[in-house]
């Protein structure tokens, strides 16, 4: 069992930057894939990226949606069980609800039935 909370949600004007967090419990969060989902008003929820650990000093593979990348980086740090979703240049169409979720999948996936843990969202508003 994975608990996930997120935090760092806010209102934005567009062309700023937000930093979301993702704490999770549990000793193995470094074994799961992590991802981050959003969800805008009246739209189904979509992937925005995903985060794998290689299990060495490397660090790891990432994937993003088309609509974030060059914007959007997701990061991870292993020791503190935290996930985080640096978002710049952000856009009105980013506003959402966004989500972590953890996948115990030993490759990226991007699909949310591949995610067995999700936390409860954190609002994004960004105002034009």
């Known amino acids: 069992q994975v608990q996930l909370v997120e935090s760092g949600g806010g209102l934005v004007q567009a062309g700023g930057s937000l930093r979301l967090s993702c704490a999770a419990d549990g ?15 009246g739209k189904a929820r979509e992937f925005v990226a995903a985060s794998r650990w290689n299990g060495d000093s490397a ?11 060059g914007r959007f980086t997701i990061s991870r740090d292993n020791a503190k069980n935290t996930l985080y979703l640096q978002m710049n240049t952000l856009k009105p169409e980013d506003t959402a609800v966004y989500y972590c979720a953890a996948s115990a999948s030993i490759v990226i996936v991007t699909t949310e039935m591949q995610y067995e843990y999700w936390g409860q969202g954190t609002q994004v508003t960004v105002s034009s």
């Open 27 to 41: 000793r193995t969060f470094s074994y799961y894939v992590m991802g981050w989902f959003r969800q805008a008003p």
């Open 59 to 69: 660090g790891g593979s990432t994937y993003y949606a088309d609509s974030v990348k």
